[in-house]
């Protein structure tokens, strides 16, 4: 995260800091006016069912990553023909492939039909909410055009959105390859892709 | 007593059954104001501890409004997650047309004094992006951790950090403020 040091990150600073400050003791007031005291049984106990499962993860996250990575080996070599139900037409120019997009997906989000227009391949991916994003990937010189547009950085890219009520607007270039990606709902879908992606 | 936690020191533990016990009380009647529902608000408030113990170092003082205010931020984005979610309503809401030319924040601001005219204009913010707001100006976090707190990435962070002080900005002018 980069955070210079200007003015107004020093005002903002000081606004949030204020705010807590003031919101914190109109709490505390709060807090000494309910009755603090008694036991809560149930909440302990949703709570340390909650604890249980974030344990377990805590020891899968380890311990299953070893396992899966052999796993995937084994299978990646196995399969290495991928089987899958879309429609894909044969084209040369494809600059990103299928097998790439695909395995570069948030989980749950699938690649449902590729098209290929000129020098443009078109991936239509479903969501996890079962949404369509559609993305398009085309080799271009030209600088890409962001005028309008909101600027920010996606694992030290910049990318540039737009939001509008009909559709949600991603893009970035990386490499002389512009990569643009709409969705009919939120820009958090766009998002999660590009993140994996770039 | 919550034994079944894992400390690395007893200072950790005792420190964390100390917050525990001290607002466990607040956190579960502002989870139910929002909620409503008060076997929800247990769940947001359960949710908020876990949160609250992965980032124990955070805390400073335990009796500190600014600790209080820091649980309350973080039990509100609970409650409001898992009322969202029996909504079936994505926690990414987008309301404005982002479309408007980014701002330049170095040429806006800034008064050297904070009023308290100013704070109510911080309390009109929308939540989720007061929150993030708050806890990265206010608490200091990274977007990283902000994103580990709130469980959304790192970039939505940056957006919601982004869209929070553009609205800062309008609305503090709006009241001439700036």
Known sequence: MKRDDNKSNLFFKKLASAYTEKVGEELKKELDSLNSSGNSPSLDAKLKSRLKKSKIKKWSSWMLPVSACFIIFIVYFALKQPTYDTNISESPSTVLNYEFVAAKLPENYTVVKVDYDYQKTIYYISTSKENEVVLTVEESEEDMPTEGLNKIQINDTDAYTMVKDEYSLLKYKKDNVLYTLTSQYDLEDLIRISEKLI | ?178
């Not at chain 2, 929002?34 to 949160?51: G, K, P, Q, T």
């Not at chain 2, 980032?55 to 931020?73: M, Q, W």
């Not at chain 2, 004094?113 to 009109?124: C, Q, R, S, Y």
């Not at chain 2, 959304?152 to 609305?171: M, Q």
């Open chain 2, 1 to 178: 007593m919550l034994i079944f936690l894992t400390f690395s020191t007893e200072f950790e533990k005792s420190k964390f059954e100390y917050i525990y016990d001290k607002y466990k009380k607040l956190l579960l009647y502002k989870a139910n104001a929002i909620l409503n529902n008060y076997s929800l608000a247990e769940d947001a408030v359960s949710e908020a501890f876990i949160r609250i113990y992965k980032n124990l170092h955070k805390i400073e003082d335990p009796d500190s409004g600014r600790t209080a205010a820091f649980l309350v931020v973080i039990v509100r984005n609970a409650a409001i997650n898992i009322l969202n979610e029996n909504k079936n309503i994505s926690a990414y809401d987008i309301e404005e047309n982002d479309a408007e030319s980014s701002f330049d924040l170095e040429e806006s601001v800034i008064s050297e004094n904070i009023t308290d005219g100013m704070l109510e204009v911080v309390d009109k913010l929308k939540d989720e992006l007061k929150t993030c707001f708050l806890l990265m100006y206010a608490y200091d976090l990274s977007y990283k951790e902000i994103g580990k707190i709130l469980n959304i990435s790192e970039s939505n962070v940056a957006v919601r950090i982004h869209r929070a002080k553009k609205k800062l900005i309008e609305l503090l002018r709006e009241e001439n403020f700036i």
